[in-house]
């Protein structure tokens, strides 16, 4: 209850716009690995950073309208951030047990062949960023990770707690029920342009990644948590499960700390790291 409770209070409480920092490029398309059509919108030239937004967003909500992804195309980057399936744009109506499994890093995996250039970086944020943990399991493509949003809970394949009450939410939505937690959710969707039923999938779709799947991976990796934000676990306790991952700490709670100055910053010095020892 204490978990729903908070959880309710979250999603009324997050502003549904931010002043955008200018306006969003146009949507593009792309058909993934099973016919699906993704949207997804790109800006800036150089190497290749692939943004992934969190759960009941959308690419312009988490990186456009305040300004991240304009700051990161500006730094030199090609950026490419799409509404993820379910989410935004990118409609997805099939109920949860007809969601192809891994469906989210699957659609990474397309995309990046639509483009036809291997990703520099990967950028995620919440399910963002539990989404680009398994891309990377499943293809091992990007040459460097940032994960907003994320703790080591994200490491715990039985880990359900979070997910039961969004999923409590979502049904309650669905039900037309005036909770909290469905007036929030109906908010979202209406703000994003999203779908209960799409949500409803995604989250039941969700995987995670164990610890000894991530101490395979062999990539630069930064992640960033909010010093208010426990949601996902802990920042620097995921950071040693990666080997090569470091944390970087920003001010705020899970749904605020992505509006932190300090996030984009953090994030383009990470990759200009990069380019610097080319």
Do not use: C
């Amino acid at each position: 209850m204490i978990r729903l409770a908070a959880l309710a209070f979250a999603l009324t409480a997050l502003p549904l716009t931010v002043a955008r920092a200018e306006e969003a490029p146009a949507m593009q398309t792309y058909d993934s690995f099973d016919g699906t059509t993704i949207s997804y919108q790109e800006l800036g030239t150089g190497p290749l950073v692939v943004l992934l937004h969190g759960f009941t967003s959308n690419a312009d909500q988490n990186f456009f309208q305040p300004g991240i992804a304009q700051k990161i195309a500006a730094a030199g980057y090609h950026v490419v951030a799409p509404d993820l399936r379910g989410h935004g744009a990118s409609p997805y109506m099939a109920p949860p047990e007809n969601w192809p499994g891994d469906a989210v890093a699957r659609d990474q995996i397309a995309l990046i062949a639509h483009l036809g250039d291997r990703p520099y970086a990967t950028v995620g944020y919440s399910m963002g960023a539990i989404s680009a943990l398994r891309w990377h399991l499943l293809s091992r493509e990007t040459g460097r990770m940032a994960l907003g949003g994320i703790g080591d809970s994200a490491a715990d394949e039985f880990n359900t707690d979070r997910n039961t009450a969004f999923r409590t939410a979502i049904l309650e939505a669905m039900a037309g029920d005036d909770t909290p937690g469905a007036k929030g959710m109906r908010a979202r969707a209406k703000a994003t342009g999203g779908t209960l039923e799409g949500y409803l999938g995604a989250l039941s779709a969700r995987t995670y990644t164990p610890a000894d799947l991530l101490a395979t991976f062999d990539v630069p990796t930064l992640i960033l948590t909010g010093d208010e934000d426990l949601d996902n676990g802990s920042g620097p306790g995921l950071a040693a499960l990666i080997p090569d991952a470091r944390y970087h700490p920003l001010t705020g709670t899970h749904l605020t700390a992505v509006l932190d100055p300090e996030f984009p910053r953090a994030i383009i010095a990470f990759l200009d790291e990069g380019r610097g020892a080319e």
